[in-house]
């Protein structure tokens, strides 16, 4: 899967790689952040958590459009500053007050700037790689590679949140407790009720070295020093950006080639530059709008996982693991199992017998470090809501190979009917993405069955949560759905895209990102409004809905995007 690959890919996956792992590291806390230190409600939350969203993926057109006529290497520099400047105004502790809810807006505008010229330039530098014929008949296989890379960064995210909450807190002679910060301010705001200040009570009684002279004291005490961690961990961000440049810089003459826009192209002679006639334009551009009012629904369903799903994961999920499902809450022992997966295939691949002998060898010794892991994990394990998120990466890097295999398998099976595979196509991998969205949204359906509604038990834990398997089972289902949909998207916007407007067009791909991240704010306002299920069905009849407009569109689409 990696042979024949430009090491230009390497040096522009791993560069990303970074600026990933220091974003999901933020979101992962961020819902949890507002609604700890500032108090806000479920509505108020989610709607500042979809308008950044929104804000993040809708950025990337105007910086198409800057790169289209400047260059796209200059943007991403810029664009890695400008983050920079957006996270460390984040990592700022600050009072919740006025002054304080304007320094997180304002640095949230950064990293929406930042991001905007950074993502989707990097990704059409990626592409450009792939207009050398040489290399054009591994673009898919490329952007999967590319989309694998980005979700290791991913992957670690939520455990490093974790780690460095833990670590803050356990100075301040703290631990976690998920029921805590919404107690906690309701006993501020006198609101709390008599049964919930007793709970409270003996919330605080559990801390290992803090004892609080009064609950006021103590709920004060609680939100500043867990607001304060979350800051810590928004830190983190400024760490990986530095890392991030530092190997763009370090390699740029690994893809240096591929930092030029059609402009640049033309005016050099370039060989790869293609001069499409004004209806050729049109109907590419037509097609992707097309992709691009489609995808809108699968972001909205899909970036659930930092609000709805964390919320589930917070007030109905057990807040332990049991048997096998406690290796999932052990990063290590995810890395592990992800790995071997590579080294699994590449028993089957290497051509030369001692490459297979390596590989066999290398699975066995990651298969046992795993399970010496999972071995020497305590039984019930406490996990945190924030860790459900880094199943979705984890199950990107993991099942990416085997989702190339498949495709690949299918690009091989060539006759008469089926000349150049039977591989389906770009268009028709994200209908059927949809659907299998869908099929995510039934798991949470059957796990809600029997809950109470949000607004019942009001941000605490719920008198009979489930147990973890079914979230997990969820964000698997998700995530085999992403990988028919994201890497595909982006790897057919880099295609099919008009020169002159390459960075536009991949910027209106994050724009239609950027519609459903905004409209993924509808569950969170509808979460104390409808009873528990009702979210999940909205989701997914939206889901089903959009993969059949999809497929209703396919003839036009692939009529249009022909080479």
Not at 251 to 275: L, P
Request: aromatic share 14%; with cysteine; hydrophobic share 50%.
């Amino acid at each position: 899967m990696f042979k024949g690959q430009p090491k230009g890919l390497y040096a522009l996956a791993l560069a990303n790689t970074g600026e990933r792992f220091g974003y999901y590291t933020m979101l992962a806390i961020f819902m949890l952040f507002l609604q700890a230190k500032f108090g806000f409600g479920g509505a108020t939350a989610s709607t500042i958590y979809a308008i950044f969203l929104a804000a993040v993926y809708f950025m990337p057109v105007l910086g198409g459009i800057l790169a289209d006529k400047i260059g796209y290497g200059k943007c991403v520099v810029v664009g890695v500053a400008v983050m920079f400047s957006g996270y460390l105004c984040l990592s700022i502790p600050t009072a919740a007050n006025g002054f304080g809810i304007a320094l997180m807006i304002g640095a949230l505008l950064l990293i929406s700037v930042g991001t905007g010229l950074f993502k989707g330039n990097l990704q059409v530098m990626v592409g450009n790689l792939y207009d050398d014929p040489k290399y054009s008949a591994k673009r898919d296989s490329a952007f999967s590679l590319f989309y694998m890379a980005i979700n290791i960064g991913a992957m670690f995210a939520p455990s490093a949140a974790t780690a460095i909450t833990n670590r803050f807190l356990g100075k301040a002679g703290l631990v976690y407790k998920a029921d805590i910060p919404a107690l906690a301010h309701q006993f501020l705001n006198g609101t709390i009720t008599p049964e919930n200040t007793d709970r409270l009570a003996g919330l605080a009684a559990q801390m290992p070295g803090y004892a609080a002279p009064d609950l006021g004291t103590f709920s004060q005490y609680y939100i500043d020093h867990l607001s304060s961690s979350y800051n810590m961990g928004f830190a983190i961000a400024c760490f990986s950006l530095i890392v991030s440049m530092a190997i763009y810089f370090g390699f740029r003459k690994w893809f240096k080639h591929a930092d030029v826009n059609a402009k640049q192209q033309k005016a050099t002679g370039d060989k790869n530059y293609v001069e499409l006639t004004p209806k050729q334009e049109k109907d590419r551009i037509t097609a992707l709008i097309m992709v691009f009012a489609v995808v809108i629904f699968f972001w909205m369903a899909f970036h659930q996982n930092g609000q709805s799903l964390t919320w589930f994961a917070r007030d109905y999920t057990q807040a332990f693991a049991t048997g096998w499902s406690r290796i999932g809450f052990n990063i290590w022992a995810l890395a592990l199992i992800a790995v071997s997966v590579y080294t699994l295939f590449g028993i089957f691949q290497s051509e030369k017998t001692s490459g297979k002998i390596l590989n066999g060898v290398v699975t066995a010794a990651l298969w046992c470090g795993a399970f010496a892991i999972y071995k020497g994990m305590s039984d019930p394990l406490e996990i945190f809501p924030q860790l459900f998120q880094q199943f979705n990466p984890f199950f990107v890097v993991a099942l990416t190979p085997v989702s190339m295999a498949i495709f690949s398998g299918l690009a091989n099976k060539k006759d008469e009917k089926h000349p150049n595979g039977k591989e389906p196509s770009a268009p028709m991998k994200i209908g059927l993405g949809m659907f299998v969205a869908a099929l995510g949204y039934l798991i949470m359906i059957l796990a809600s069955k029997g809950q109470p509604s949000p607004a019942s038990i009001q941000g605490t834990v719920a008198p009979d949560p489930v147990v973890p398997q079914w979230l997990m089972g969820t964000y698997l289902t998700l995530t085999f759905a992403e990988l028919l949909l994201s890497p595909m998207g982006i790897s057919f916007v880099s295609k099919v895209a008009p020169p002159k407007v390459k960075g536009l067009m991949m910027g209106l791909w994050f724009a239609a990102t950027a519609v459903g991240n905004y409209l993924s704010s509808i569950p969170g306002l509808l979460w104390e409004r409808v009873p528990l299920w009702a979210n999940w069905a909205i989701l997914m009849a939206l889901c089903v809905i959009a993969g059949t407009i999809m497929f209703a569109m396919l003839k036009k689409i692939n009529a249009a995007t022909a080479e």
